[in-house]
């Protein structure tokens, strides 16, 4: 039997290593590394959503019919060899880290890997992209991307016109007392308490309260939520701070982007069928995409064009 390993911000069933995988044949392996753990002092949430996101997304996975090995390990080294001494793995697959250090590490255990798929442009593609070019703007990234995946478009031209709403969306803070959309926190389960408890003392910050996603279904449930909440009244201020008010009118969904819990691209999907469908004015659609696969995207790319030097 051969075993995908899934890494803790590989969440997700059906892409990367897991994809069209069938639990007859098919291990899985996670594995919470003790020493990553202890490398530095975590904000409690922060840690809480790892832990907990990869926990539930065992249990799942557990449910589908999966024989899951998630167990914790000194490192992620000694996670994978305790894991091949228990069950012998004709081999070991996963999904391409999102760091150069962690891809060394999968190559150094001799795990085979697959192209990292939670982003819209893979490396290679951005590689091309940038190959010949003297200059390596984002607005070009930004634009060839929207030209060549159609989102936004109507039919050869951006749609509303212009490729960029900056100019209308930076509006200072509002100093009229507003309120702005309220998320509701998700109500902690077992498996988020038993996280919770078992925090390392020198965690900072405060206690996990179901602020962030730590399954898919909450993740769409948040997407949604944003989406007929936030997004039509986003772009103005999307760049504006206030002292008092944490969210404004974003999204709150990087965790779950980050996590694998969302694809970039339902979530790019989503902003748009909203401008659309007349839900959402194009300066705030255009000023949300353009973050998801424009920076976030450019970013990436950037990484793994410059790595290991970066």
């Not at 996670?30 to 990869?54: D, N, P, T």
């Not at 100093?175 to 109500?187: C, H, L, Q, T, V």
Request: aromatic share 10%; charged share 25%.
């Amino acid at each position: 039997m051969e075993t995908v390993w899934i890494l803790g911000d590989q969440l997700n069933r059906h892409g990367g290593a897991l994809r069209h995988r069938d639990p007859a044949d098919t291990r899985v392996l996670l594995v919470e590394s003790r020493s990553k753990i202890a490398s530095k002092r975590w904000h409690r949430q922060r840690l809480h959503v790892v832990l907990a996101s990869m926990r539930k997304f065992a249990a799942e996975l557990r449910e589908e019919g999966f024989d899951v090995d998630h167990r914790s390990a000194a490192s992620l080294a000694d996670g994978v060899s305790s894991h091949r001494a228990a069950h012998g793995p004709d081999r070991i697959v996963a999904m391409d880290p999102m760091s150069w250090d962690g891809r060394a590490l999968m190559y150094a255990l001799g795990v085979e890997t697959l192209a990292n798929d939670q982003f819209l442009c893979g490396a290679d593609e951005f590689r091309s992209w940038a190959e010949d070019r003297t200059s390596l703007k984002m607005e070009d990234f930004y634009r060839w991307r929207r030209s060549s995946t159609g989102v936004l478009m109507d039919d050869d031209e951006p749609a509303g016109g212009r490729w960029n709403f900056d100019q209308d969306n930076r509006e200072p803070p509002p100093k009229d007392g507003r309120s702005w959309p309220e998320i509701a926190p998700f109500e902690l389960d077992d498996i988020d308490r038993q996280v919770a408890a078992a925090l390392p003392v020198e965690c900072w910050g405060d206690p996990p309260h179901g602020l962030w996603p730590t399954t898919r279904a909450q993740a769409l449930e948040r997407l949604h939520g944003f989406v007929a909440d936030s997004l039509p009244i986003f772009g103005p201020h999307e760049d504006a701070m206030l002292r008092d008010e944490w969210k404004l009118a974003h999204s709150a969904l990087s965790s779950s982007l980050n996590l694998g819990l969302l694809h970039p691209h339902e979530v790019v999907a989503a902003a748009e069928a909203a401008y659309r469908d007349g839900r959402v004015p194009i300066a705030s659609a255009e000023g949300f995409i353009r973050q998801v696969m424009g920076w976030r995207e450019y970013v990436w790319g950037l990484y793994w064009l410059w790595m290991p030097e970066y």
